[in-house]
Each structure stands twice: as C-alpha cells, then as structure tokens.
C-alpha cells in the first residue's frame, strides 16, 4: 500500500512534464515549419525578381530587334543589339544559377530548359524574320516566364509576401504590355504603314496595360503604392503617352513627326521606371521576409533556451521532491520491509557482479543468472535440473572436485578456488569460484550459491607473460651471443680503444697496440696524451671532446704520433657510451688507419702542381701559392726564337732546351728562399719574389739574362740562346697580366727586361691590360661580349656555305676586336668565359640554319676539361654537330698532343670537323698535321695578302695547296681583300676564300 502511494507521487511528477514537453515541441515544429515556408517564400520572392530581370532585358532586345528590321538594318554587330543580347545572357545566366539551388522548386526542369533555349537564341536567326515573327518570338518567351510569376503566388502559404508577389505580376504584365505597344510602334513609326493586325495589337496591348495597372493599384502595399506615385509621372511618362495617344488618335496619317529613336529612347525610359518600382517591390519584400526569417529563428532560439532551462529547473525540483518523498517513504516502510529489501538488493548487486549459481543439497542445479548463461552458452531451461558435471573440463583434476566437496558439505564451510569450465560450443574458460553452504537454523544444508568471476584474460595474460619469459630469456642469451660476435668482428677489423668520460683510456686493442707501438700497460690508465701529440685535420676543426662529452657521435680524421715518433692518420669516430639514465660512462673510440690514402693524397697534389719535365711548380701551385703569399712582385721569361729552335732541331731538343733554361734560372734561385720559380707553358717561366726591393730583383734579373746567354753544349750542339723578361710591382691581382704586358712590350722594343709601368702602352685607344682586365670583367657581367659572321666563300660558284664566328666587345658605341683583349683574357679565368660566350652564341645563330659554322679554340680551350665538357654538352644538346668546325689556332704551343687527339676524337663521334687556323707560319708542323686529319687548312692571312707581290708566297701556297690535296684536306685563303688576290687563289685551286673582298665579319648573317 505504502509503496503504490510512492508510484503516485511520482507519476503526478512525470505526467506535468512529459505534459509540457510535449507542448513545447508543438511549438518547436510550429515555428520550424514557419522557418521552412519563410525560406521557400524567400527562394519564391529570388526566383521571380531574376526572372523579372530575365523579361525586363528581353522586353529591351525585342524593342531593339524590331527596330532593327522594320529598319531593314539587318547587321548582327550593331552596337545596340549586341549590348542588349549581352544584358539579356546575364540576367539568363543569374536566373539559372538562382533556379538551379531550389531542388524543391516546381517546374524547375522546364524553367531551366526554357532559360536554355533562348541563350542559344542566335542559333535561331532572329534579324532574318519578320517583324511579327521576331516580336511574337519575344513576347512568346515573356508570356512563359509572366505565366510562371503569376502562378507563384498560389505556391505560397505567406499571406503578406504573397501580396508582394501577387502585386509584382500585376505589375509585371503592364510593363510587358507597354514593352510590346514600344515594339509594335518602334515598327510602325520605321515603316509608317499602319496595318490592321499590329494596330488592333497595339490597342490590346493598352488594354491590358490599363487593366494591369488598375490590378496593382489595388493589391500593392500602401508605401509600394506611394513610390509608384512618385516615381512614376512626370516629362518622361506624358511624352510616351503623349506618343502613343498621337498613334491612337492619327492611325491614317501618312506621318506622325515621330522619329522611331525618339520613341524607343522615352519608352523605354518610361519603361525603366516601372523597372524601378519592380525593384523597389523586391527589395521591400526581401527585408520583409529577412525580417520575419530573424524573428522566427529569434523565437526558435529563444523557445529552445527557455525548453532547456525549463529542464533544467524541472529536473532540479524533481531530484529535490524525489529525494525528499524516497526519504519519507524509507521511513514510512523502514520496518514493513527492510529485511526484503536489503535482500533483493544484494542479490541485484550479485547478480550484476558475479556468475551466480544455486544447487540443492545434491548438487542439483537449481537457479543459474543471466551471466552464467552468457558465459556457459546454456540456457536456463538446459542447466535447471542438472548437475555441474555438464561442464566439467577434462583438465581439471579429481582432487579439486574431492576437496571442494569436503569443504562445503562436510566442513560446512566456504570453498574458494579456481576451475576451467567447458562452455556449450566447446570453448574452454576459467573461473574464480567462491561456494557458500546455506543452513537452516538446526544447522543443515539446504542450498549452496556460488559466486564466480570470470578469470580466463588474467590466466591467458599470465601463461603469455611465462612464454614470453622463456622467450626473453633466450633472445637475452642469443643477443649476447651476438654482441660477442659484433664485438669480435669490430675487434679484428677495426683499431678500438675505451676511454672513461675523464678521457683516461680504459681498453685498447691489439691492432691498437700493433700500429701504436705502445703495450697495453702503458696506455690503460693513461690519458690520450701517452700517444704523444694528437692533431684533429684543419677541415675537421672544432673541440672534439666539448661535442662528444655533450653526448653527441663525432666522425673526423686525427693526426697521432706513434712511440717511434711516425705520423699516424685515423678516420675516427668517438661515441658517447650512455647508461639507462642518459649519463656518460665512456666513450668508444673507432679508428681506421688512413695513413696510406693520406700520404697519397699529398703525392697526388704534389704531381698536380709539378711540371713534368722540368720539375719546377707549374701554373696550379702558381695559382695557388699567389694567393696564399703576401708582398710579392714577379718576373716573367720567356725564350727568344724558342719556336724556330723547335722547328729547326725537333721537340725533343726543344724539351732539353726548356730543361736546361728551367735548371740554370732555379740553380740561380736556389738559396734564397725568398723566391719561388714555375714553369708556366712551352718555354715561359716566372719567378716571385717576396719582400723583395725594386732594385735587387732587378740587379736578380740581370744576373739570370746574362747566365742564360753563356755559350752550352747539348748532343754536341753548342748553343746560344737568350731570355726576354718583364716584371712587376703591382698589386697581386694585376701582377700576371702587367707581367706578361711587361714582356710582349720588351719583346717588341728589342730589349733584355721591362719593368711594368703605368706609360707603358700597346695601343693608344686602350692604353693597358690592367684596363682590358676591368673591361673584361664588366663585359662579361652585362654580355657585351657579341659575336661576329664572316662569309666564307665557295671559290667555284661563290656561294656562302661557312661562316667562321669571331668574338667582339662592345666597348660604349666602339665594337672593339680580340687583338686588344684576348693576351689579356689569356692571362685570367676571364678567357674560358668567353669561350663559352662565343660557344653558345654560335650554336644559337646556326641551329636553324644550313650552313656550317666554324669556332677557333685554342689549345688552352681543348685542354680545359670544364671547356671540353661544355663543347660536348652542346654538341649532345643542340645536335648540329655535321656542321660545326672547330679551328685550331696553329699559333698555340701544342705541347700535349695526346690531349688534344683525344678531343678530336671525342667531338668526331658528333660528325664535327676540324680545321688548322694560320698554317703557313710558326711552326707548321707537317708531322702534327699528318695525325690530326683535318678537314680543312686554313692558309695564314700573312702569305695570302702578298701573293700577288711575293713570288716566295706564291711558291709556299702552292706548296701548301698540293701538300693538302694529297692528304684529302680542302683549303682555305685567309686575307682574301683584293679582285687580283681572288683570282691568283682561284687559280692555285684553293677551295675557299675569306676576307674583305667579299665581305668584313658583321653582327648577323
């Protein structure tokens, strides 16, 4: 009775509130439903005013179409018709896009297909129809779109925008009306024949203008009404209406004074007033519906807000008065029923908590809960009447079952153990049992409940942790099997020693020992110091023991000193040995002995910057040491005739020349180390001095010219020969160039020595080679360095079939040629730039081009590796190389011949030919010719432009001619500037000329 009192109170608790939540989401979807008819109605209101916009611009086409034809201007491109199509294909583009987003729009499919069809209206041919059939076109069109304006307004629940709309189709069919009264008289006022059929249209369409009008005055909105009264009237309105009442009232007469432009521009003004009050209507009604949209999702907050306070409230008294009438209500039936109560309670919480199970005093099962039957995979109506035997696993032991009897039936006592079951699929499972005997009051069995716990993740977890015990311990036993090995390995293969993180070794072994020289005795305890001085190699600099000590791993090469005293190079490496805490216990220090590789790295640079055959430093250690000495000055020899010797005597004396020269100037040198001495190339020295005054270098100089010109003996040839020297003062980066300008002005002035001075000038206009040095530099920075075409001629018919390219500079307004900068460029990394320069330049000019194309190279150029790369990588890139000729400059020293072999046989693989520039002077070397089968033989300038003077030139060309017509060689003239110097080449039976005569080398082709 007390407890149905309870379920009263409380269901008088719930009925108010389910009450109230039921009434609030009424509301809720009252409001929500209003919130989705307001947005349809806006989409509506968005749908209509696009497609006012769509009518308004094709009333405009129309009007401008029928012009056009009653006009008989038939052109597509009239400004006016193009500007009107190009507003119309907007407003279609905006009302497709706006019609599209409405998925539950009506006639959605249609109103797109429709607004399709007249974007491809040009496909349709409009200027070739009639005037009727082009406006009735039109106004077919609107009367659709004012149809579906019209029928909008039945689509909508909102009474008040619905009045808008209602308002705006009214007012939509008076403007079209008026539209079309402005098509039909812009026709009748172009062809002032006033028919029958457009006339009566004409009246209709009045008609229905005032029929439509008088319908909107009535359903507008009061202020929509006022802002037509405003906008609407005035010079614009009378002069249209007085027009069109001229029409009506003088249909016969044969000219009204109505100029069909003048008609066209106030009607349609008249029109765009109307327009205005379309878009006035819209935009009054858009805020109206914003405004409504807001207050709705205003109150749908608001409704919501108050929904989940109200809860809130609701559910906090509700907690209060539950509290309060269960506090009473225990009170009120503490002593009816506390006993069952506490009893069902703990058999709830049993039941939720354990695996429960009661039998009788048999041992026959008498109640199973619902998790025992989860877990077993029995049903309760399969276990009742039975014995626990039905899932008794055949693992367990007969003891367990023994002791467990014992317990409980004979001891009367609680049984606590585990025991794997047998579940109904078979699966095993393990369980953690707790079995009480219940006893009467004489103290006899009645019951047994047992409690149980399912146990079998804590079993599975526990024999997966043994296996994976037994596990660990054998990976532990084979890890450090394998560490041995590691250890072992490293031991044999690699110089080790252990250092503690106070850097006293600790561990050294015996490839240690053996390269150190020192036993272990001596070092063990020992910092690194007991293998004398330790040098870390300069690009490895830095503190090594501030990085490793910082727990960092520190790679580098070292520079020991053994017990006997030999260098000894490592590559080391030290790593930092840390324990489980991050700290250092000491370091591993893993060497490989490098001595050998580095000893011959050394031997390696020393051959590098050695001359070959004199043994002297060449142009790298030159290079080299320039940088690296400070306060020097140079001299530069070279010796005179060399060439004519080489020429005379063969290569092989000249070398022995060249030796004798290098040891006679070095012996002179010899003990004071205050100079250095080099070979450059062929039979060119220098010398630098350092700290050395102006006066006893010179007094030096002069010791050395004079030693050169004693009289010696070599293969018993008695000899004589002299040295032409310049020398510098001037700063280290001019010091070659102003060097070398020292020497070519001695050479010319016929003197033993120079000295550089700023008067000393090899050409008035570019007065020294320090300047050419600037103008190169500069030149190459904002590419003036250019190149020149110069026709080489075909002698049998003078056609072009060559042109050899030759480099320029631009100098200001002056195009400056390479006799002024390129012995400059020579002696600076300035003339590989501007190989390349001409290089690609040339492959640019011609790789469209049918024609071959001639390059000169030097034998510097051959033999730079980055410029035989660069050719090669053009050759491979451009793929023109059947029409590219390389010259060879003859006037180059080739004294590696097998380098310069080993290029032509690298471009020849890309068809490229070659060709020997100047041949004829120097030291035309018939033998060096014979190997290199050239293409062409360039014959030098200097014979050619005497030939018609010099019997003697004559006889050497012709000499040259027959010589190269033998060995299959095509040759060609040089200096070719004169009609009597062409015809004696021509005669020779020369292949080709080049000069002057035929044209001077030139920008473009």
């Given amino acids: 009775m007390r407890l149905d009192l309870k379920a009263r109170l409380l269901f008088l608790l719930i009925v108010p509130l389910f009450f109230v939540m039921l009434l609030s989401s009424m509301i809720l979807l009252e409001i929500y439903d209003d919130k989705k008819n307001l947005e349809f109605t806006r989409h509506h209101i ?14 405009i086409e129309r009007g401008v179409t029928s012009g056009l034809i009653a006009a008989g201007n038939l052109d597509e491109n009239n400004e006016n018709l193009l500007e009107a199509k190009k507003n119309l294909n907007r407003a279609l583009e905006d009302a497709r896009e706006i019609i599209s987003d409405c998925t ?11 607004l399709d069809k007249i974007k491809s209206r040009n496909s349709d041919n409009l200027l070739g129809l009639s005037t009727i059939n082009a406006r009735a076109y039109y106004t077919k069109n609107i009367a659709f779109f004012l149809d579906l304006i019209k029928s909008t307004p039945a689509q909508m629940d909102d009474m008040e925008n619905r009045n808008y709309i209602q308002a705006y189709s009214y007012l939509s069919s008076a403007k079209e009306s008026l539209g079309q009264t402005r098509a039909i008289l812009v026709e009748l006022f172009t062809s002032k024949e006033y028919l029958d059929e457009p006339f009566t249209a004409f009246k209709e369409d009045l008609r229905i203008y005032s029929l439509e009008t008088n319908n909107f005055k009535t359903t507008a909105p009061m202020d929509i009404l006022n802002f037509y009264y405003d906008v609407y009237r005035g010079e614009v309105v009378d002069e249209t209406f007085r027009m069109i ?3 009506v009232k003088n249909r016969y007469a044969a000219d009204l004074g109505i100029e069909p432009p003048y008609w066209f521009e106030k009607s349609t003004q008249t029109i765009n007033l109307l327009k205005e009050v379309e878009d006035r209507l819209f935009n009054d009604v858009k805020i109206l519906i914003n405004d409504k949209l807001d207050f709705t999702s205003y109150k749908l907050v608001t409704l919501i807000a108050f929904l989940i306070i109200s809860a809130i409230v609701v559910t906090f008294l509700m907690i209060l008065i539950v509290r309060k009438i269960l506090f009473s209500a225990d009170n009120l039936e503490r002593e009816y029923g506390n006993s069952q109560a506490l009893l069902e309670q703990y058999k709830s919480t049993v039941d939720g908590t354990f695996i429960v199970s009661k039998t009788d005093a048999e041992g026959i099962i008498t109640y199973v809960n619902e998790e025992f039957c989860k877990l077993s995979g029995y049903s309760k109506e399969e276990l009742i009447g039975k014995s626990h035997n039905i899932m008794r696993h055949p693992d367990m032991q007969k003891e367990v079952f023994t002791d467990l009897w014992h317990t409980i039936k004979d001891l009367k006592k609680t049984w606590v153990g585990d025991m794997k079951n047998l579940s109904k699929d078979g699966s095993s499972h393990w369980l953690r049992a707790i079995i009480n005997p219940i006893l009467d009051s004489d103290g006899n069995v009645v019951e047994y409940i047992g409690m149980r716990t399912d146990i079998t993740q804590q079993k599975e977890i526990t024999r997966y942790f043994e296996n994976q015990l037994k596990i660990s311990t054998k990976n532990f036993d084979f890890s450090m099997h394998l560490s041995k ?21 600790t561990y050294a072994n015996d490839k240690f020992l053996e390269i150190s020289g020192y036993s272990l005795n001596e070092l063990v305890g020992k910092s690194q110091s007991a293998m004398g001085q330790c040098e870390v190699a300069k690009e490895e600099s830095g503190d090594v023991w501030q990085e490793v000590s910082s727990g960092k791993i520190w790679h580098g090469i070292i520079r020991n000193i053994t017990k006997s005293g030999k260098d000894f190079w490592a590559k080391t490496t030290i790593v930092p040995i840390k324990d489980l805490n991050e700290e250092i216990v000491e370091y591993l220090v893993i060497k490989f002995d490098i001595t050998e590789i580095v000893e011959q790295r050394k031997e390696f640079e020393r051959i590098a910057k050695t001359d070959p055959l004199t043994g002297c430093g060449n142009r790298f250690r030159l290079n080299y040491e320039m940088q690296e000495l400070e306060n ?14 080489n020429d005379f005597y063969g290569h092989q004396f000249g070398d022995m020349i060249i030796k004798f020269t290098a040891n006679k100037i070095y012996n002179l040198f010899l003990r004071d180390e205050k100079f250095r001495f080099y070979r450059l190339q062929g039979d060119e020295f220098i010398a630098i001095a350092i700290d050395y005054s102006k006066e006893l270098l010179i007094e030096k100089v002069k010791q050395i010219l004079a030693a050169i010109k004693e009289k010696f003996t070599i293969k018993d040839k008695d000899m004589l020969i002299s040295c032409t020297c310049g020398i510098s003062f001037e700063d280290k980066e001019y010091l070659l160039s102003t060097a070398n300008m020292a020497l070519k002005v001695a050479k010319k002035s016929n003197v033993d020595f120079l000295v550089y001075r700023e008067e000393i000038s090899l050409n008035r206009q570019y007065e020294n080679n320090i300047t050419w040095t600037r103008k190169l530099s500069n030149a190459l920075k904002e590419k003036n360095i250019i190149t020149y075409y110069q026709p080489i001629v075909k002698n049998s018919d003078l056609s072009y079939e060559k042109y050899e390219c030759l480099v320029r500079i631009k100098d200001g307004a002056k195009v400056v040629s390479p006799f002024f900068f390129l012995d400059v460029a020579k002696q600076t990394r300035q003339y590989f730039d501007i190989t390349k320069t001409v290089l690609y330049q040339a492959f640019e000019m011609f790789k469209e081009k049918d024609v071959e194309f001639s390059i000169n190279l030097s034998i510097l150029d051959i033999l730079e590796p980055k410029i035989s790369k660069y050719i090669l990588s053009m050759l491979k890139k451009y793929d023109i190389g059947s029409r590219v000729v390389f010259e060879i400059v003859e006037s180059e020293y080739m ?3 097998e380098g310069v072999m080993n290029f032509i046989g690298e471009i020849k693989k890309y068809n490229c030919k070659i060709a020997i520039d100047d041949f004829g002077t120097g030291y035309s070397n018939f033998e060096y010719l014979i190997k290199l089968k050239a293409d062409y033989l360039k014959i030098d300038g200097s014979i050619i432009k005497n030939i018609d003077k010099d019997e003697n030139a004559y006889l050497v060309v012709s000499t040259i001619v027959e010589f190269s017509k033998k060995l299959g060689m095509k040759t060609i003239a040089e200096y070719v500037e004169s009609e009597e110097i062409f015809k004696i080449v021509k005669e020779l039976g020369i ?5 002057y005569y035929f044209s001077e080398p030139k920008e473009g082709l």
């Fill in 485 to 505: 090995e590691y250890e072992k390995a490293i031991d044999s293969s690699t110089i080790l020693s252990r250092v503690d993180k106070y850097g006293n070794i």
């Fill in 46 to 59: 968005l749908e209509a005013e696009t497609i006012s916009k769509v009518v308004h611009y094709m009333q």
């Fill in 104 to 114: 539950v729009c009506r006639n959605n499919v249609d109103t797109l297909a429709h």
């Fill in 991 to 995: 292949d080709y000329s080049q000069g």
């Fill in 245 to 247: 009442n001229i029409a």
């Fill in 632 to 645: 020097i000055s140079v001299a530069v020899f070279n010796i005179d005739n060399f060439r004519q010797i």
């Fill in 895 to 897: 004294e590696n011949f």
